[in-house]
C-alpha cells in the first residue's frame, strides 16, 4: 500500500473506498447532517479541512511516538491533539476570517469527535503512508465524505416531496437509502487498480 | 422619428413568415421561428372562424354586476323602477381604477341586489327588465372629436365608455393606456393572437372590422405616445392579417406581423418576446421595456365607441363547443344570462357536462345558467358529456418533466406540485416564483399523472397572498 | 332546459395522455426484445423472464396491501420492472435468484419511498445490483446463445433449489455449443484483448444478459417510444454520445489498448441500460438540460469502469449513480425564468 | 438534565484545580495503560510470531525453523528493527536437521477491492516458486477468495518458473496471469475462472516481489545455506 | 432526574440501556462499529465485549472522579479516560486472539469516538455514585451487544449461512455475499429499525415511553 500512486489513492480513497458508503466512517454526521443540501455542503467542506488537520497532527504525532517508542500513547495523543488542533483553529478562524468562521465554524466542533476524522489517522499510520500520500488521503477521504454526503442529502430533500410510508421514517429510510448508494457504489470497486 | 425606439427593438419586416432574428443569426431563421420558448399546441377547433358574427337578441331581463372589471366597483347611478335607454351610464366610475356601466337596452331597472357570479360569490348587480320594443338603436351618447383630442381627452373618453379589456383581463383599459411618466412606451403591440382553442370572437372581428381596429389603435397609439403598433397574429388566421393589411395606415407606423400557432401566444409577455425579442423582467409590467399590450377585440371597440362617444353595452362571444347546435360568433349584449345564450345557440342534449367562460385552457366553468355575459367572456363553450372525460386517476408526479418542457415562465411545475402537495407554500414563493405563473394551464394540460398543477397553484397562490397581507 | 353542470377548473382541456399509456407503451416495446431473447437463449430465458416479472407484480401487490393501498397493478410499472430486470441477468440466473432479484427490486427500489414516482432509482437496477451483489457467481454463469437444444431442455441452473447453490455448468455450456468460452464480450476484451466482431453482435450471437444483444431492436423500440413522447430521446443519445465520444477519446490516445466506440457502444448493456433503464422517468432530471448532463455523467462512468475499474460492466452502476447524482442536477439546472438576466438566480 | 433544574453556573473554577485534575486523571490512565502494554507486550508479540511462523510453515511445508531476515545490494542481516535502506524482508524456514528448505516473502498487489497480500514460497536450488498462501484480502467472497481454496489455482504454485537470467539481475519470464485453462508455460498462472482480476493481482504481486527480492538474494544463497 | 421522579430502581438502570434506550435501535448511536464488524456473530460479540469493557472502566473511573473534574476540562478528562480504556482493551484483544483483533481491525480503536460511551459519560457516570453508573454502563453495553448481535446474525446466516460459525444449511447453501458487504450492512440495520418501528407503531403506549425516555 505505501508504494500506491497518489491518484489510485485518491480515487480509490472518494470512490471504492468511500469512508462513508464502503468503509462505514462518520455515520453519525452522515445520517444527521444529510437532511438539506445547504448545510450538507458546508459540513463536507469543514469535514475535508479537519481531515487535513488531523492527519497532519497524526502524521507528526506517529513520527514522535514511534521515535520515542511510546506506541501505547499513539491513540491518547491522536484524539487529544487532533481535538486540540481544531479548536485551536476554530479559535484562530473566529479572529481572523470571521466570513469563514460563521460558514464553517458551527460545524467544526460538531466534527472533532467523528470517526471518520480519527479514522483517517489511524489509517494512514495503519497503511505507512508518506506524508504526502497521508494528505492525499485526507483530502480524498474528506472528498468521498462530503460527494457521500451531497448524494444523500439531494435524496432526502426529494424524499421529503415523496410520501414515504410511515414505518420507514426517520433513520430507517436513511440507513436504506446508504445501502442504495453503497450498493451503487460498489460499481467503483477496483478503480484506479490497474494504476 | 424613430429615434426613440431602441436599436435592438428595431421592427421587422412584416412581409415574411420567417422573421430574421435581430441579433443577425440568419442561419437559423428558417428553423427557428420568432416565438417565446416552450408553450404548447392544443388542437384549435377554430370552427366558428369561416362564418360570420351575428346578433343575438335582448334577452327579457338583464343582470349588470357592478363589478365586471379589476378595480372597485361600478357606483350605480340609477334606483329600482328607474326607466333607462339603451347607452344610458346607470353605473359610474368609482376612483380611478374603476368604468361605468351603460345600458344595454331600454327597459326598467328592476332591483339593485345580490345575484350569482361566474366566480361563484353572489355580487352587487343591476337587474334590468327591457322593453320588448327595445331596438338596437343607442339612446345615449357623447361624441368625441377624436382628431383634435388630447390624450387625456382620450383617456377620459376611453374611461367613460366603461372599456375594459375584453380578452378576458377585464383591466380598464383607459387604465392600461395611462402610462406613468417615467416610462417612455415606444411600441404598442395589438394581441390579435387568439391562442386559446375554440375562441374566434377576435378573430372575425379582425376579419369584419379592420377598418375600427386601425381607428381604435391610433387613439391608443396617441394616448401612450407610442411611435408604432404592431399586430401579432397567429399564422392560422392569415385571413385576418390580409383583411388588416388592407386597412394599414400610409405612414407605416401600424404594422401587422405573424406569429407562430402556439399556446399561450397571447399572453403578454410572450407576445412581447415573440414579436420584439425581448424578455419582460419577472415581476415588472410591459411598460417596464417600453411596450403596452391591447387586445384587438378592445381596439376594434373602441374604434367604433369612441367617435359615437358612446359607452360599452356589448360584445363579441364566441358560443361554441360540441354541445352547442347553433355555434358561431355572437354581438351579445353584456348583461345576457347564460341561460338565454345557449337557449339561442341551442343546446345540442340535456346532458351538457361543463360551461367554460372564455377559452379552454384559462377559462372559468360556471356553476349556475344565470350568470350574465359580462365585458370578460369571450367565449362561452358547452362541453358534453363525451368531451367531459370521466374523473380522472390522479397518480403521483411521475418527474417525466413534460411540465418543465412546456411551461412558457420557465418555471419546474414538477417541483412545485410536489411543494404544494406538501403544503411547503413558503418553498413554492421563495425559491422557485410561484409568483410568475400566470396560470396559462399548460403543465395541467400535458401532465401524464393528471395532476391539477394550475389548481394547487391557485390555492397556494391564495394562502401565500393571505399570509403576506 | 336544466343541463347537468359540473364544476371543473382550469385547463379544460387536457393532451390525452397518461401514466397507465406511457407504461403500457413501454411494455409493448419491451416485447420485441424479451422475444428476441427468447429465441435467442431457450426455454430457460422464458421461465427467467416470466418468473422475474410475476416476482415483481407479486411484490408490488405485497406491498400494496401492506401499505393499504389500492392496487396499482393497472399502471404497468411493475410488469416493465420485472421484464427489465428478467432482461438485464444471465439467461439461465436460477429462479430462485430471479425471484429474490423481484422482491428487493420493487421493496428496496420502490415501496419503500412510496411507489410509483417516488423511487430515487431505477427499481430494476436495484434489484439487479442486489443480486450482482449477493450471487457474484451465479450472475456471471452465462450461457451460449443459439444452442441446437435450447427449446427442448433448460440450463442445469435454471431450476436450482431455492437456497441453494446452483451446479457448476461449464461442462454443460461446452456440450451444448462448441467453442463456447462463456465469457462476455467485455470479459474478453479486458482480460484476453479479443474483440468481439460486430457481425457477433448484431446476429446476437455473443455471450450476454438475457436482453442484451438485440441492439437494432432496442434502438428500434427506443426510436417508437421516443416518436411517440414516452421517452425521452435526450437520455439514450447523451448516454451514447458521451461513452462513444469518451471510447473513441480513449482510442485515439492508446489504439492498441482501447477498442473503437462501436464495440463500446454495441457490448454489455449500454444499449438497454441507455435506452430503458437510464430514461425511466422518476429518476432521471425533469429538466431539459439537467437531462443532457444526467446522460453525459451516465456515459462517461460507464466507460470508466469498464476502461478502469474491476467489473467488466459498468453501465448499471453508472446509471444508479446518474439516479443518486439527479435531484442534484435537477437542482443546478433549473430553468431559467422568463424575463430573468442568466446568473441572477434567487 | 432538564432545563426545569438547570443549576446556576458554579463559580469558575482555579487553573490550578484544572491542571491538577488533569494531571492526576493522566497519571492513573498512565500507569493503566503502561500495566497493560508491559503485560500483554510479550503475549502480543508471541501472538504475531506464531501467526507469522504458521503462515511461513504453511507455504513452506516440513520447516521446522524460520527466520526473518532483511536483504539488501550491501548484504543480508536479521530483521531486528528497522530495514536497511533498499532492504527487502524474506524468511528463511530451515528444517528440523537445520537445512535451508526454501524462503518466503510477502507480495501484494491491488486486487478487486484492496491490496492482496499473499506469501510465497522460493525454492533457491529449483528456482521455482513452491509454495503460495494468502496472508490478508478484501475480494468478493465466493469469487476472489478462491485464491484460497481453489485447487487449480494453487496448483500454479507447485514449481512456478521463476528462473533468472544468467548475470542474475531479473527473471527470465515474467511471472504472468492467463486466462483460465490457458496456462502453457511454467512461469503462467493459470487464472480463476470468474475471479481473473483477483488472480492476476496475485501474479503480479508475485512477480513484482520475486523480480525485486531473487536478483537481491541470489548472491547471498549460499551463505544462508551454511548460516543456521 | 425530573424532579419528583423516583430515583430509577437498579434493575430499571440496568434495563434501560439493555431495552428501553437501546444504543443500537432505538438511539441509533455508535453506528460505525456496529455495522462495519458485524459480519459475523463472533465479531460482533467480540465488538460488543470490548466496548462494554470501555463503558464499564470509563464509567467507573469518571463516576469516581466525579466530583474531583472541573466542569471546564471534563470533556478533556472523559475524552483521555476513554482513550486510554479504549488502549487497554486493544491491547488486550491483540493478547487474547490475534484473529479476533485482525478481524476488528481499526475499529477496536474507534470505540474512542463512540458517542455513546461520551455520552454515558456526561449524562450518568458523572452524576451518579459508582455502583450505579456501572449498572447503566453494564446495561448499555449488553444493550448495545444484544444490538451488534442482532446484526451480525442476521448478516452472518444470509452471508456465510452459519451462525456462530456453525453451518445451518448445508454445504450447498448459497451464501447471500452482499451480506457481507456494505449495503448488506446498511440494509439489514435498516431493516432491524423498520422492524423496531413497526413495532412501536403498534404499541402506542411503547412509543410514548420511549420518546419521554429519550428527551429525558
Redesign the interface.
Known amino acids: 500500500m505505501a508504494d500506491a500512486s497518489l491518484s489510485q489513492i485518491f480515487l480509490a480513497t472518494v470512490l471504492a473506498n468511500n469512508f462513508v458508503l464502503a468503509m462505514f466512517l462518520g455515520l453519525c454526521p452522515f445520517i444527521g447532517v444529510s437532511g438539506r443540501l445547504n448545510t450538507a455542503l458546508p459540513m463536507g467542506a469543514a469535514t475535508t479541512f479537519v481531515m487535513l488537520v488531523a492527519s497532519l497532527c497524526a502524521y507528526g504525532l506517529n513520527y514522535l511516538v514511534t521515535a520515542f517508542g511510546l506506541e501505547f500513547l499513539r491513540l491518547i495523543s491522536y484524539i487529544v491533539v487532533i481535538a486540540s488542533a481544531v479548536q485551536l483553529v476554530e479559535m484562530v478562524l473566529k479572529k481572523y476570517s470571521p466570513t469563514l468562521f460563521r460558514a464553517l465554524g458551527i460545524y467544526l466542533p460538531l466534527i472533532t469527535t467523528n470517526c471518520a476524522i480519527l479514522g483517517v489517522a489511524l489509517f494512514q499510520t495503519a497503511r505507512e503512508y508518506s506524508f504526502i500520500q497521508a494528505l492525499v488521503f485526507a483530502i480524498g477521504a474528506g472528498v468521498g465524505f462530503t460527494l457521500a454526503l451531497v448524494l444523500m442529502a439531494g435524496l432526502r430533500e426529494r424524499l421529503n416531496l415523496a410520501i414515504v410510508p410511515n414505518v420507514v421514517q426517520g433513520a430507517a429510510l436513511s440507513l436504506m437509502l446508504a445501502g442504495l448508494l453503497s450498493l451503487a457504489f460498489m460499481g467503483f470497486a477496483g478503480l484506479g487498480m490497474g494504476g | 422619428m424613430k429615434q426613440g425606439i431602441p436599436f435592438h427593438l428595431k421592427p421587422r419586416s412584416d412581409e415574411s413568415l420567417f422573421t430574421p432574428h435581430p441579433n443577425g443569426k440568419r442561419m437559423f431563421s428558417f428553423f427557428h421561428r420568432h416565438t417565446f420558448a416552450r408553450g404548447v399546441h392544443p388542437d384549435a377547433h377554430k370552427s366558428t372562424a369561416g362564418s360570420p358574427i351575428r346578433r343575438m337578441p335582448f334577452a327579457s331581463r338583464m343582470i349588470l354586476p357592478l363589478a365586471q372589471h379589476i378595480g372597485k366597483p361600478a357606483v350605480p347611478l340609477v334606483r329600482a323602477g328607474e326607466e333607462v335607454v339603451r347607452g344610458q351610464p346607470i353605473a359610474k366610475a368609482d376612483g380611478f381604477l374603476s368604468v361605468p356601466i351603460h345600458a344595454p337596452a331600454d327597459g326598467v331597472i328592476e332591483a339593485i341586489e345580490l345575484k350569482a357570479s361566474a366566480r361563484g360569490p353572489w355580487v352587487e348587480s343591476i337587474v334590468l327588465r327591457v322593453y320588448e320594443a327595445s331596438t338596437q338603436q343607442v339612446g345615449w351618447s357623447q361624441p368625441c372629436d377624436i382628431d383634435n383630442a388630447s390624450p387625456r381627452d382620450i383617456i377620459q373618453a376611453i374611461q367613460d365608455s366603461g372599456m375594459v379589456g375584453l380578452g378576458g383581463a377585464t383591466f380598464p383599459s383607459h387604465a392600461k393606456l395611462t402610462v406613468p411618466a417615467e416610462h417612455k412606451i415606444h411600441t404598442l403591440i395589438v394581441n390579435g393572437c387568439e391562442c386559446e382553442p375554440y375562441l374566434t370572437c377576435d378573430h372575425r372581428l379582425m376579419l369584419e372590422y379592420p377598418a375600427d381596429l386601425m381607428i381604435g389603435t391610433r387613439l391608443a397609439m396617441r394616448a401612450i405616445g407610442a411611435e408604432r403598433a404592431i399586430i401579432g397574429v397567429e399564422d392560422n388566421k392569415l385571413d385576418a392579417v390580409e383583411a388588416i393589411r388592407r386597412c394599414l395606415p400610409a405612414d407605416g407606423r401600424i404594422t401587422v406581423q405573424v406569429v407562430p400557432t402556439k399556446y399561450p401566444q397571447g399572453a403578454e409577455k410572450m407576445l412581447i418576446k415573440s414579436l420584439l425579442g425581448v424578455e419582460v423582467p419577472p415581476g415588472k409590467l410591459p411598460m417596464h421595456v417600453g411596450v403596452v399590450v391591447n387586445n384587438v377585440g378592445t381596439l376594434a371597440q373602441l374604434g367604433q365607441l369612441l367617435p359615437a362617444g358612446v359607452g360599452l353595452t356589448e360584445r363579441v362571444v364566441t358560443v361554441t363547443g360540441p354541445g352547442i347546435n347553433k355555434p358561431g360568433d355572437y354581438w351579445v349584449p353584456i348583461g345576457t344570462p347564460m341561460r338565454t345564450v345557449l337557449e339561442w345557440a341551442g343546446v345540442r342534449d340535456v346532458d351538457a357536462r361543463e360551461i367554460i367562460l372564455g377559452g379552454p385552457m384559462m377559462g372559468q366553468a360556471v356553476a349556475s345558467l344565470d350568470v350574465p355575459v359580462t365585458k370578460g367572456v369571450s367565449g362561452i363553450l358547452v362541453f358534453d358529456k363525451l368531451h367531459v372525460e370521466a374523473e380522472r386517476k390522479i397518480w403521483p408526479c411521475i418527474k417525466c418533466g413534460e411540465c418543465v418542457k412546456v411551461c412558457p415562465m420557465g418555471l419546474n411545475p414538477s417541483m412545485l406540485g410536489m411543494l404544494a402537495a406538501r403544503r411547503e407554500y413558503e418553498a413554492m414563493g421563495a425559491a422557485y416564483h410561484l409568483g410568475d405563473c400566470f396560470e396559462c394551464g399548460c403543465c395541467t394540460y400535458v401532465c401524464p399523472s393528471h395532476i391539477p398543477l394550475v389548481q394547487q397553484f391557485r390555492v397556494a397562490k391564495g394562502i401565500l397572498r393571505s399570509k403576506s397581507a | 332546459m336544466t343541463p347537468r353542470i359540473e364544476l371543473r377548473t382550469s385547463p379544460h382541456v387536457v393532451q390525452g395522455g397518461s401514466v397507465e399509456q406511457i407504461m403500457l407503451h413501454v411494455v409493448l416495446a419491451l416485447l420485441p426484445i424479451a422475444a428476441f431473447s427468447v429465441w435467442q437463449y431457450g426455454l430457460s430465458a422464458l421461465a427467467s423472464l416470466v418468473t422475474v416479472t410475476l416476482a415483481c407484480i407479486g411484490s408490488e401487490r405485497l406491498f400494496n396491501r401492506l401499505a393499504g393501498k389500492p392496487g396499482t397493478l393497472t399502471d404497468w410499472s411493475a410488469t416493465i420492472t420485472g421484464l427489465l430486470l428478467a432482461l438485464s441477468l444471465p439467461p439461465a440466473f436460477p429462479l430462485w435468484m430471479g425471484a429474490v432479484a423481484g422482491f428487493v427490486a420493487i421493496a428496496l427500489g420502490k415501496a419503500l419511498f412510496g411507489g410509483i414516482g417516488y423511487n430515487v432509482m431505477n427499481p430494476a437496477l436495484v434489484g439487479r445490483a442486489f443480486v450482482q451483489a449477493a450471487f457474484p457467481v451465479a450472475i456471471t454463469t452465462w450461457i451460449p446463445a443459439f444452442a441446437p437444444q435450447r427449446f427442448s431442455e433448460f440450463a442445469p441452473t435454471t431450476f436450482t433449489a431455492p437456497l441453494m447453490q446452483p451446479p457448476d455448468i461449464s461442462a454443460w455450456a461446452k456440450q451444448a455449443l462448441d467453442g463456447f468460452t462463456g465469457a462476455t464480450p467485455l470479459a474478453s476484451w479486458k482480460f484476453d484483448n479479443v474483440l468481439t466482431t460486430p457481425t457477433d453482435f448484431l446476429t446476437g450471437a455473443v455471450t450476454a444478459s438475457a436482453g442484451e444483444t438485440s441492439a437494432i431492436l432496442i434502438l428500434l423500440s427506443g426510436g417508437y417510444l421516443a416518436a411517440r413522447g414516452f421517452l425521452d430521446w435526450r437520455i439514450p443519445a447523451a448516454i451514447l454520445g458521451s461513452a462513444a465520444l469518451a471510447a473513441l477519446l480513449f482510442q485515439w490516445l492508446d489504439p492498441a489498448r482501447y477498442p473503437d466506440p462501436l464495440f463500446v457502444l454495441l457490448s454489455g448493456g449500454l444499449m438497454l441500460g441507455a435506452v430503458f433503464m437510464a430514461s425511466d422517468m422518476a429518476t432521471s432530471p425533469v429538466t431539459p438540460k439537467g437531462v443532457w448532463i444526467y446522460g453525459a455523467l451516465i456515459g462517461v462512468i460507464t466507460v470508466m469502469i469498464r476502461y478502469f475499474g474491476g467489473l467488466t460492466e459498468g453501465v448499471m452502476y453508472a446509471i444508479l449513480i446518474g439516479n443518486a447524482l439527479t435531484p442534484l442536477i435537477d437542482q443546478v439546472t433549473q430553468p431559467k425564468l422568463f424575463g430573468q438576466t442568466r446568473g441572477k438566480r434567487a | 438534565?432538564?432545563a426545569?433544574?438547570q443549576p446556576a453556573p458554579?463559580p469558575?473554577?482555579s487553573s490550578l484545580?484544572?491542571i491538577r485534575?488533569?494531571g492526576?486523571?493522566?497519571t492513573?490512565?498512565g500507569v493503566?495503560?503502561?500495566l497493560?502494554?508491559q503485560n500483554?507486550?510479550e503475549?502480543?508479540e508471541a501472538?504475531?510470531r506464531i501467526?507469522l511462523q504458521r503462515a511461513v510453515f504453511k507455504v513452506i511445508p516440513g520447516a521446522a525453523t524460520m527466520q526473518a531476515y532483511y536483504v539488501s545490494p550491501t548484504g543480508v542481516v536479521e530483521a531486528n528493527g528497522a530495514p536497511p535502506p533498499g532492504g527487502l524482508k524474506f524468511f528463511a524456514a530451515r528444517d528440523a536437521a537445520g537445512q535451508l528448505k526454501a524462503v518466503a516473502a510477502e507480495a501484494?498487489a491491488?486486487?478487486?477491492?484492496?491490496?492482496v497480500r499473499v506469501l510465497y514460497a522460493y525454492d533457491p536450488d529449483r528456482q521455482v516458486i513452491n509454495g503460495f498462501g494468502v496472508v490478508?484480502h478484501r475480494e468478493?467472497?465466493?469469487?476472489g477468495d478462491k485464491i484460497i481454496t481453489d485447487r487449480g489455482f494453487l496448483d500454479n504454485f507447485r514449481a512456478l518458473d521463476a528462473r533468472l537470467n544468467d548475470a542474475g539481475t531479473a527473471l527470465v519470464n515474467a511471472i504472468k496471469g492467463v486466462?483460465h485453462g490457458a496456462r502453457q508455460h511454467a512461469w503462467e498462472i493459470d487464472?480463476i475462472?470468474?475471479a481473473?482480476?483477483t488472480s492476476?493481482?496475485v501474479a503480479k504481486g508475485i512477480n513484482d516481489s520475486a523480480g525485486k527480492l531473487l536478483p537481491l538474494l541470489r548472491p547471498h544463497i549460499e551463505k544462508l545455506k551454511e548460516a543456521p | 432526574m425530573i424532579p419528583g421522579r423516583q430515583q430509577p430502581t437498579n434493575l430499571e438502570e440496568f434495563l434501560e440501556g439493555l431495552w428501553k434506550q437501546n444504543p443500537v435501535f432505538v438511539m441509533v448511536l455508535g453506528l460505525c462499529p456496529a455495522l462495519a464488524v458485524t459480519v459475523s456473530a463472533v465479531n460482533a460479540l467480540a465488538m460488543g465485549a470490548a466496548t462494554t469493557f470501555v463503558l464499564l472502566g470509563s464509567a467507573l473511573l469518571v463516576s469516581l472522579l466525579r466530583n474531583f473534574i472541573p466542569r471546564e476540562v471534563r470533556i478533556a478528562t472523559y475524552i483521555v479516560i476513554i482513550a486510554t480504556f479504549v488502549t487497554i482493551v486493544d491491547y488486550l484483544i491483540a493478547a487474547i486472539s490475534l484473529t479476533v483483533y485482525e478481524a476488528l481491525g481499526p475499529f477496536i480503536q474507534l470505540i474512542v469516538v463512540n458517542c455513546m460511551i461520551l455520552g454515558r459519560a456526561e449524562a450518568h457516570s458523572s452524576k451518579n455514585p459508582p455502583l450505579r453508573a456501572l449498572t447503566n454502563a453494564l446495561g448499555m453495553g449488553l444493550g448495545f451487544s444484544l444490538g451488534l448481535l442482532a446484526l451480525g446474525s442476521v448478516r452472518e446466516i444470509f452471508g456465510s449461512g452459519s451462525l456462530f460459525g456453525i453451518a445451518l444449511f448445508g454445504a450447498d447453501f448459497q451464501p447471500w455475499v452482499v451480506m457481507l458487504l456494505p449495503p448488506g450492512g446498511f440494509f439489514v440495520l435498516g431493516a432491524w429499525l423498520l422492524l423496531f418501528n413497526w413495532w412501536r407503531a403498534r404499541t402506542p403506549a411503547a412509543l410514548k415511553a420511549a420518546e419521554v425516555q429519550s428527551h429525558g
Do not use: E, F, H, Q
Request: glycine share 8%; proline share 4%.
Open positions: 438534565m432538564t426545569l433544574t458554579p469558575a473554577t484545580a484544572m485534575t488533569l492526576v486523571v493522566a492513573v490512565c493503566l495503560l503502561v497493560t502494554y500483554t507486550l503475549a502480543i501472538n504475531k501467526a501484494g491491488m486486487g478487486y477491492a484492496d491490496m490478508a468478493t467472497p465466493g469469487i486466462k487464472a475462472s470468474g481473473t482480476v492476476r493481482a
